[in-house]
């Protein structure tokens, strides 16, 4: 059955970095986009940043862009998110996303994560 386990989630002060890593299993993961998504407390869960199955394409939340990159590794069957410049509003649970399109759509998402808790205090 297909997983997605995160880590790398914790407590971080403004301006500091995490980086993030999903691990797949359950399914090939080259042959799929992967895609970072949150939710805040109060709030629906959004976009965070989304990679093609070859790494080619990338596509970010403009909340993030230059600060967060998303990347993956096809023979470790992981993909990661590393955060930098961390602010507070970034304070979110981080779930990992298998998707079938390269694409923000929440809609496109096909399996989820547990999620992981990104706390950033100010």
């Known amino acids: 059955q297909v997983q997605l386990v995160e880590s790398g989630g914790g407590l971080v002060q403004a301006g500091g970095s995490l980086r993030l890593s999903c691990a797949a299993s359950?399914?090939?993961?080259?042959?799929?986009?992967m895609g970072w998504f949150r939710q805040a407390p109060g709030k629906e869960r959004e976009f965070v940043a989304v990679?093609?199955?070859?790494?080619?394409?990338?596509y970010y939340a403009d909340s993030v862009k230059s600060r967060f990159a998303i990347s993956r590794d096809n023979a470790e069957k992981t993909v990661y998110l590393q955060m930098n410049s961390l602010k507070p509003e970034d304070t979110a649970v981080y779930y990992c996303?298998?998707?079938?399109?390269?694409?923000?759509?929440?809609?496109?998402?096909?399996?989820w994560g547990q999620g992981t808790q990104v706390t950033v205090s100010s």
């Open positions: 996303a298998r998707k079938n399109r390269v694409n923000s759509r929440i809609g496109d998402v096909e399996y």
């Open positions: 359950g399914f090939t993961f080259s042959n799929y986009p």
């Open positions: 990679i093609g199955w070859s790494s080619r394409f990338t």
